[in-house]
């Protein structure tokens, strides 16, 4: 069976950094780089933490093209209360020998997508931001998307306003860009995500597979875990970002439904929220397939397993 082709935008991140690990040692996936945006940190911390996990993994032949550095319109939003000064507090890796590529993020995004079958998946989780440059930049690309899988949004409430999720929040206009680009969308939203909290048993069986993905992983859960519970109060953190890795793992991971999905660039109370019509009282096509209940058990194992494909690999040494 052909491996899937991937191309994974994130902003690591804690969370983005377990998704990385899932996506970069998968038999079923190919990943063809790793794109970086500013988010859960700026750009400059973002592009070195994939590779840092990249080196880590022992996956240091898949490059990492740095992108955009601040969101296409609004004012540059970061989570550092919730990931760190760097956006991967927690961990203590060893010195940097791998180093994101020359060509920008944007420019490998046209250059990749134009040249290839339509045979590829885009999965954002972070911000938008370098999909939708790529998208207004060469519309053409948009053909060669099979399909856009994205952590972001929600149907009922957000996680930094009431209204909106952090990667939609970060750049609605990019977000916007990729949802009206006429391609299949899946989106991953919090009312999903917030169904696989990383609770302390959880990071203790990952602790017992024992490879380098499992220790790095048990580090990054320590920081992420206590600043979900001090900021939200939770027992353990979501684990937003491996939900889009794990779905195209296992196509019947998550339920998902078709909904129209506008995002709300009014710049109001309700500035980049997701508009879901969940019924479809509207009338209106569907723009995504949405999220909407997933096999918690089922996706703690998919992680195990991820963790487990890295034996004998990685340390960053």
Known sequence: MAKQKLIYDCDPGHDDAVALMLAANSPELE???VTAASGNQTLENTARNACQVLQWLGREEIPVYAG??????REQLTA???HGKTGLDGPVFPPLRKAAEPEHAVAFLIRTLLNSAGDIVVVTSGPMTNLAMALRLEPRIGEKIQRIVLMGGSYSNGNVTPAAEFN????PEAAHVCFTAGRPVTMIGLDV????????DIVARMAQVNTSASRLFVDLMGHFCRTQKEIYGWEGGPLHDPVTIACLLDPDLVVTKPMHVEIDLSGGPSYGRTNCDAFGYLGLPATA??????DVPRFWDLIEAGLRRYAGMGDGI
């Open 31 to 33: 990943l063809l780089g």
């Open 193 to 200: 995500t917030r169904k696989v909290l990383c609770y302390p």
């Open 289 to 294: 397939d949405v999220a909407v209940d997933i």
């Open 80 to 82: 550092g209360d919730i």
């Open 68 to 73: 955009c550095g601040r969101p296409m319109v």
């Open 168 to 171: 939609i929040l970060a750049d």
